[in-house]
Antibody, heavy 118, light 111 residues
Framework: QVQLQQWGAGLVKPSETLSLTCAVY????????WSWIRQPPGKGLEWIGN???????NYNPSLKSRVTISVDTSKNQLSLRLASVTAADTALYFC????????????WGQGTLVTVSS | QSVLTQPPSVSGAPGQKVTIPCTGS?????????LQWYQQLPGTAPRLLIY???NRPSGVPDRFSGSKSGTSASLAITGLQAEDEADYYC???????????FGGGTKLTVL
């Protein structure tokens, strides 16, 4: 049974850096892509970026200048850092597992609501 | 263009069939990339309903089915139940984005 458990600060001040971590339990860490996806309140889903166990990553061009996704294969964890946040970055953030080939998102974390406010 | 287009809302009565369309382009659905569908209840993570255009993960009722043709795809739900009331999202890989692309989502209301 695969489980993704995520945590991080729920309140971040404008211009500061959002930081979240996600631990993966069960399954193989090295044969999937790992991703962060967000959902602003009342809106749709937005892909933030992917990373492979090797560290190879791809980011949404709209966020690329501010995003860093990293992995710690010794702990089966992935992390998200989003710099210079504004109110527009307020959202429910999910970590997720992506199947190669189909790019289906088959497992999701529970979600972390991050609010950007002073 | 890196967009998947869905209608904002659809509705149907219990027991009826509804279809949710998803229109893409040559950089996603039209390029042959797989199309997925997700169901999201308020405040929860999305649930994978259909992957690889037509396949259901274990535990998804066969009332849910997917199809794909050209640059479009659709999700059909037969025998509508009150519990099907949720938001539904289509998703594919997009070569312009070089990553995962979601449709804007469709809210299904069971009348």
């Amino acid at each position: 049974q695969v489980q993704l458990q995520q945590w991080g600060a729920g309140l971040v001040k404008p211009s500061e850096t959002l930081s979240l971590t996600c631990a993966v339990y069960g399954g193989s860490f090295s044969t999937y892509y790992w991703s962060w996806i967000r959902q602003p309140p009342g809106k749709g889903l937005e892909w933030i970026g992917n990373i492979y166990h090797s560290g190879s990553s791809n980011y949404n061009p709209s966020l690329k200048s501010r995003v860093t996704i990293s992995v710690d294969t010794s702990k089966n964890q992935l992390s998200l850092r989003l710099a210079s946040v504004t109110a527009a970055d307020t959202a429910l953030y999910f970590c997720a597992r992506i199947r190669g080939g189909s790019y289906a998102v088959d497992y999701w974390g529970q979600g972390t609501l991050v609010t950007v406010s002073s | 263009q890196s967009v998947l287009t869905q209608p904002p809302s659809v509705s149907g009565a219990p027991g009826q069939k509804v279809t949710i369309p998803c229109t893409g382009s040559s950089s996603n659905i039209g390029a042959g990339y797989d199309l997925q569908w997700y169901q999201q209840l308020p405040g929860t993570a999305p649930r994978l309903l259909i992957y690889g255009n037509t396949n259901r993960p274990s535990g998804v009722p066969d009332r849910f089915s997917g199809s794909k043709s050209g640059t479009s795809a659709s999700l059909a739900i037969t025998g509508l139940q009150a519990e099907d009331e949720a938001d539904y999202y289509c998703q594919s890989y997009d070569s312009g984005l070089r990553g995962v692309l979601f449709g804007g989502g469709t809210k299904l209301t069971v009348l």
